[in-house]
Nanobody, 125 residues
Framework: QVQLVESGGGLVQAGGSLRPSCAASGRTSSRYAMAWFRQAPGEERDLVAAIAWNDLRTFYARSVKGRFTISRDNAKNTLYLQMTSLKPEDTSVYYC??????????????????WGIGTLVTVSS
């Protein structure tokens, strides 16, 4: 089993910044990929950003491209999401996802093997 723990969410004014993180532990694979998804009430869980293992290729949702930056620290098994210029529509529960296999294309919800319990991000106007 792999355990994922998100932290760093919170309440921020529009235009502000947050940097949630996700720490992976347990029986991690040697080459794993990770991603951030978000899900608002009544909505689907959609990809926000993802980062591969092999070449650190990144993927971003069109709605966040240019504002969010995903990164990883493999020595710490930790994923980060630097969010800037936050908008009220970014308000959501943000989930960390873990894929045992690396990916070369943007991941989908069903392609992730493990999930964290989420961290709430609220952006006020």
């Amino acid at each position: 089993q792999v355990q994922l723990v998100e932290s760093g969410g919170g309440l921020v004014q529009a235009g502000g910044s947050l940097r949630p993180s996700c720490a992976a532990s347990g029986r991690t694979s040697s080459r794993y990929a990770m991603a951030w998804f978000r899900q608002a009430p009544g909505e689907e869980r959609d990809l926000v950003a993802a980062i591969a293992w092999n070449d650190l290729r990144t993927f971003y949702a069109r709605s966040v491209k240019g504002r969010f930056t995903i990164s990883r620290d493999n020595a710490k098994n930790t994923l980060y999401l630097q969010m800037t210029s936050l908008k009220p529509e970014d308000t959501s529960v943000y989930y960390c996802g873990y894929s045992i296999a690396d990916f070369a294309v943007e991941p989908t919800y069903h392609g992730m093997d493990y999930w964290g319990i989420g961290t709430l991000v609220t952006v006020s106007s």
